[in-house]
């Protein structure tokens, strides 16, 4: 196949793509040690931006990547987990607070600018967005996602802007808790009935008998992520 025929059979399928998703809503979540490499971070927000261009809603969630642990060691608090959680006290949880919403969330948005586009970067916190309440008392300010408010987003789809959400959520009590990000994205997708969710990450995704290589799956739907989960054959690595 020679080069301009192999560029016209991309152009093709990225055509379908754009018309099947031209006014809906795609969640791409971006997080782990991926948020680290500069050229990655440049191409993956390129793309944003060319979706975003053919009519595509694009809402862009993040973790924390390295930065909070950075954060972390910076202040001298250290990192302990129970079931792969960060115990999280209240002084942890505003560290995390400035990574997420501050350095990565204003990065991004910053970026994303650099590059042409134009971004609304929020936080869980922002008009409720993210609702969540303590998971138990021994992990402290960890939290359980209960609502999720996504007005605030619904109002940033109407300009020309990417809305860039950091994954931090807000108590009734009015306390700053530290939720899976993973999980938020997730749970905004739904609240947006988005037609794709996408996960971006430097882990390698999910298997269906793990470890073997040819059960890897890139791309799942609802109905067989469903049954993967109810015959328990759905690990992660």
Known sequence: MTDSQITAQILTESLKYFLKYRDQTVVIKYG??????????????????????????????????????????????????????????KKTAQLALTALAGKVNKSLVQDIIRLGGNAIGVSGI???????????????YVGEITAIHPEIIERI???DAVPVIASAAIGLDGEIYNVNADTAASRIAGSL?????????????????????GSFIDEINLTNLEKLVKEKKLLTA
Do not use: W
């Not at 922002?126 to 402290?140: N, Q, T, V, W, Y």
């Open 126 to 140: 922002d008009g409720k967005l993210i609702e969540a309440k303590p998971i138990s008392e021994d992990l402290g």
């Open 32 to 89: 782990g040690n991926a948020m680290i490499d500069e050229k990655v971070k440049e191409s993956i927000l390129k793309d944003i931006l060319l979706l975003k261009t053919v009519g595509i809603k694009v809402v862009l969630v993040h973790g924390g990547g390295p930065a909070i642990g950075e954060l972390l060691e910076k202040y001298e608090q250290k990192s302990q987990f129970v079931q792969a959680l960060r115990v999280t006290n």
């Open 157 to 159: 789809n109407q300009t």
């Open 193 to 213: 009935c988005a037609e794709q969710f996408i996960l971006l990450s430097d882990v390698r995704g999910l298997y269906g008998n793990f470890p073997d290589e």
